[in-house]
């Protein structure tokens, strides 16, 4: 049986008390500096992330922009940006697509404008390719007809090459 020390002791069991809650505090404040590591860890990965989404989207914007040229007079400008902007599978469509618009602005006088466009992530796989849906109104206007005015869903692969964001593949979802 324990007697009591004095105001100035302490009893073996309150010491086994007090160094149990010592322990018990450093542990937590350990795990708290451990998680607290953990989630900066996580928000700069994701905030990587977002960095090389925005980039991708901007990307694919763009480069779905080159296929639809302002007229004949843009198609230089257009052809060049997607020979930059097009690799893999693309880049040999890229090719033969720059020949048929040359063929068809030249035939029809056609005149494009694409008063809306807008894109979204669709998933980042597992090789760091970034797959985008990228949506789009075009209005085409040729001479001697009424303006027409068509809709796209364009689903496109966007694969990092010497440093920037570069379609690998295109592909129409719906019309």
Not at 3 to 24: F, M
Request: a neutral charge; charged letters at 20%; hydrophobic letters at 45%.
């Amino acid at each position: 049986m324990e007697t009591d020390a004095g105001p100035g002791r302490l009893t073996g069991r309150r010491r086994r008390l007090l160094a149990a809650t010592a322990v018990l505090l450093t542990v937590l404040a350990g795990a708290t500096t451990v998680a607290g590591y953990l989630a900066l860890r996580a928000h700069r990965d994701h905030e990587a992330g977002a960095v090389a989404d925005a980039a991708a989207l901007a990307a694919a914007k763009d480069c779905v922009a080159a296929t639809q040229p302002v007229d004949v007079t843009a198609l230089p400008a257009s052809q060049h940006k997607l020979d930059d902007c097009a690799t893999g599978a693309f880049g040999t469509q890229a090719g033969w697509y720059s020949a048929i618009l040359t063929e068809a602005y030249q035939a029809q006088n056609m005149h494009v404008r694409l008063p809306e466009m807008d894109a979204a992530v669709e998933r980042t796989n597992d090789d760091g390719s970034i797959v985008a849906l990228v949506v789009f109104r075009a209005t085409i206007s040729q001479q001697g007809m009424p303006d027409r005015e068509n809709s796209y869903r364009i689903r496109v692969t966007m694969v990092r090459r010497d440093g920037q964001y570069k379609i690998s593949q295109l592909d129409q979802v719906a019309k």
